[in-house]
């Protein structure tokens, strides 16, 4: 199982910047996905979720109507569109597969990290 994610930048404060998450390896459908970031010296957080075919989405608090998550079963990809960036958004955004859930325990399989980088 692979998952690369990419689209990663630096923009400034309101810009907006679509991550993507190729997935391989596994029957993509099947899985739900997850998007975490990390900033420097705190924990992983949850960002969104979208659950396998017709399963729903879920955003974290501090991302809801900024953040989308969308999946493309054709391509065996998921994104996360990013509205309104702020710098307290600055993470390193991963990708994961396995669940829905806002626990990053709750995943089995993780890509290698993006970052985001969002200037004042």
């Known amino acids: 199982v692979q998952l690369q994610a990419s689209g990663g930048g630096w923009v400034q404060a309101g810009d907006s910047l679509r991550l993507s998450c190729a997935a391989s390896g596994y029957t993509f459908r099947w899985y739900d996905m997850g998007w975490f970031r990390q900033a420097p010296g705190a924990e992983r957080e949850f960002v969104a979720a979208s659950g396998r075919s017709g399963g729903g989405t879920f955003y974290a608090d501090s991302v809801k109507g900024r953040f989308t998550i969308s999946r493309d079963h054709a391509r065996n990809t998921v994104h996360l569109q990013m509205r309104r960036l702020q710098p307290e958004d600055t993470a390193v955004y991963y990708c994961?597969?396995?669940?829905?859930?806002?626990?990053?325990?709750?995943?089995?399989?993780w890509g290698q990290g993006t970052l985001v980088t969002v200037s004042s």
């Open positions: 994961a597969a396995g669940s829905a859930r806002d626990d990053p325990r709750a995943y089995e399989y």
